[in-house]
C-alpha cells in the first residue's frame, strides 16, 4: 500500500507495484507525442518516494533539447519542489516546502490551465491533498492567457526520470501510479481521499476510469517486463536502464 509520512493504517486503494529510479544508472522511461487534446490545459499525478537529497531531480519533462521551449518539474537539491517553462521569458513556480522525508511517499498533483481568465487559477499543484497556497510560492509570472505550451506539441518528446533539456537531473525515487491527463483537469480527489478514520493520512484511489487523452499515459507498472506500459492503452513509453 502507498500510505502518507507517518502511517500505520492498512486500509485503501492497493497499489501493488512502483518502479525504482537510480540516478547512478541514469533510468528514464520516455516516448514522442503525438497530435495532443490540449497544449494549454493538463493534469499530472503521480506518488514518489526519495532514495537520495542531493541533486536536482526531474519527475516530468518535455520538449526536445534543442527548441526554445522546455517545461520540467523536479525537485531542487534544497528539497523544494520546483516547476519551469523555459523560453525568452522563463515562468517559475517554487515551493517553500522541503520535501526531504525519505521514508514517506509523498503524492504531488500538477495542474495547467492556461484558459482560465484569472492568472493565479492557469497554475495549480497538490502535496499530499493540499494546494500549495500562493503565497508560499516564489513564482516569476503567470503565462498569458491561452498560452500553448509549444513543449508539449506533437513530435515533442516527454520523460520521466530525467530533463529532456541536456538529458541531465536524474531522477533518485520510487514512483507510482504517474498519471498524465492531456486536456483534462482532475482535483486532487480524483486521485487520492483522506482516511475516513485518520483524515490527516491521505491514501490513493483507483483512476482507472479517467480520462487520458490523446497523448496521456497511465503507468500503473504491474508488467515487469514492460514498465512503460501504457496501461489506459495509448503508446507505451519506451524504458532505458531500467529493469524488472
Known sequence: LILGAQSAVATGFAVDNSCRFNDGDTATLEKALGTPTSEKIFTWSAWFKRGVLTGDQSLFSCGSGGDTERFDFRLNSGGEFYCNIDLASNYRWQTTQLLQDVAAWYHLVVMFDTSQAV???????????????????????????????????????VSIGKRQYGSSLNLDAYIAEVCYCDGQIYAASDFGEFDEDSPTIWKPKDVSGLTFGNNGFYLDFEDSANLGNDANGGTDLTESNLTA
Not at 500553448?148 to 518528446?157: E, H, L
Open 119 to 157: 492568472d493565479t487559477n492557469r497554475f495549480k499543484f497538490y502535496i499530499n491533498g493540499t494546494e500549495i497556497a500562493k503565497s508560499i510560492l516564489a513564482v516569476t509570472a503567470y503565462p498569458a492567457q491561452d498560452y500553448v505550451i509549444t513543449a508539449m506539441a506533437s513530435g515533442q518528446n
